[in-house]
């Protein structure tokens, strides 16, 4: 049974030559499996082209997608969680906290900005599962209140994104 065995020798590519693909390179849709590139997925604004399925995204993808020319100023971006409780499960929040801000970029669960949407002034508020599941602290409370009344103060749409859920 050739299928058990090779008749001809087939891979000539040592091991030590082939070439390592970059992470993050292709995107494959976990409804359909059709396989694009990551960059074709962020075209279609992170929408399979073939099957229509909405990919999970996050704050950075929503403003790239609703902010003109992804131009936009954020809002309370220097806001972070505490830790007044000192609340610990298996790690420290602290150490909890540290560990998302450096894995995904993001300070808080929530990121607010103003930017024009189809010329338009608009202040988004965006939450953001990547850190720690979305979960909504004080800061999320004070950024989602310091955007009301950046866009009232500016007298300008305020939209609000919150967590998307797992499909059940």
Same mark, same amino acid.
């Given at each position: 049974?050739? %299928?058990?065995? @090779?008749?001809? =020798?087939?891979?000539?590519?040592?091991?030590?030559e082939k070439k390592e693909i970059p992470e993050g390179l292709w995107?494959?849709?976990? /409804?359909?499996?059709? *396989?694009?590139?990551?960059?074709?997925?962020?075209?279609?604004? %992170? *929408?399979?082209?073939?099957? $229509?399925?909405? /990919?999970?995204?996050?704050?950075?993808?929503?403003?790239?997608?609703?902010?003109?020319? +992804? /131009?936009?100023? /954020?809002?309370?971006? +220097?806001?972070?969680?505490? =830790?007044?409780?000192?609340?610990?499960?298996?790690?420290?929040?602290? =150490? @909890?906290?540290?560990?998302?801000?450096?894995?995904? $970029?993001?300070?808080?669960?929530? @990121?607010?900005? @103003?930017?024009?949407?189809?010329?338009?002034?608009?202040?988004?508020?965006?939450? =953001?599962?990547?850190?720690? $599941?979305?979960?909504?602290?004080?800061?999320?409370?004070?950024?989602?209140?310091?955007?009301?009344?950046?866009?009232?103060?500016?007298?300008?749409?305020?939209?609000?994104?919150?967590?998307?859920?797992?499909?059940?």
């Open positions: 049974m050739s %299928w058990f065995k @090779r008749k001809i =020798d087939g891979i000539t590519t040592k091991s030590k995107y494959k849709c976990p /409804e359909c499996k059709n *396989v694009v590139t990551s960059d074709e997925h962020a075209d279609t604004n %992170w *929408v399979c082209a073939k099957c $229509g399925y909405h /990919e999970k995204i996050g704050s950075r993808e929503y403003f790239s997608i609703l902010f003109d020319e +992804n /131009e936009f100023t /954020e809002i309370a971006s +220097n806001l972070t969680s505490g =830790d007044p409780l000192s609340f610990k499960d298996t790690k420290s929040y602290k =150490d @909890r906290i540290k560990t998302t801000i450096t894995k995904t $970029g993001l300070k808080d669960a929530m @990121r607010v900005a @103003r930017g024009k949407i189809n010329g338009l002034d608009a202040v988004v508020a965006c939450m =953001d599962f990547a850190f720690i $599941g979305g979960s909504m602290g004080s800061v999320v409370g004070a950024k989602f209140a310091a955007g009301v009344d950046d866009a009232i103060k500016n007298k300008c749409a305020f939209i609000c994104i919150s967590n998307q859920v797992e499909h059940v």
